[in-house]
Nanobody
Framework: QVQLVESGGGLVQPGGSLRLSCAAS????????ARWYRQTPGKERESVAD???????KYTQSVKGRFTISRDNAKNTVYLQMNSMKPEDTAVYYC???????????????WGQGTQVIVSS
């Protein structure tokens, strides 16, 4: 079984920084792409940033220049460094990863449980 566990959320003041981690564990052959999403009550889940297996990244416009997604393949971990944070970044942040459990298995999307981020003074 594969599990994704997010950590690093919390309360931060506007202008501050947080780093989220998403650690994958279990029977993992390879992690293809990975993505961070966020969701606030009453709104649809929004894709924030994603990273491919070769390290290419994409960001939603509202976080460009402030957030950085990265990965450590040796640790099966994906990170989201969030700088210059704004109150509108407040949300539950989820990670998702496309993972193969064997070389011949099709990749499957796994999700973490989410971590709350609050940006407030």
């Amino acid at each position: 079984q594969v599990q994704l566990v997010e950590s690093g959320g919390g309360l931060v003041q506007p202008g501050g920084s947080l780093r989220l981690s998403c650690a994958a564990s279990g029977s993992i052959y390879s992690i293809n792409s990975a993505r961070w999403y966020r969701q606030t009550p009453g709104k649809e889940r929004e894709s924030v940033a994603d990273i491919t297996s070769d390290g290419s990244t994409k960001y939603t416009q509202s976080v460009k220049g402030r957030f950085t997604i990265s990965r450590d393949n040796a640790k099966n971990t994906v990170y989201l460094q969030m700088n210059s944070m704004k109150p509108e970044d407040t949300a539950v942040y989820y990670c998702s990863a496309s993972i193969r459990i064997t070389p011949w298995a099709a990749p499957y999307d796994y999700w973490g449980q989410g971590t709350q981020v609050i940006v407030s003074s």
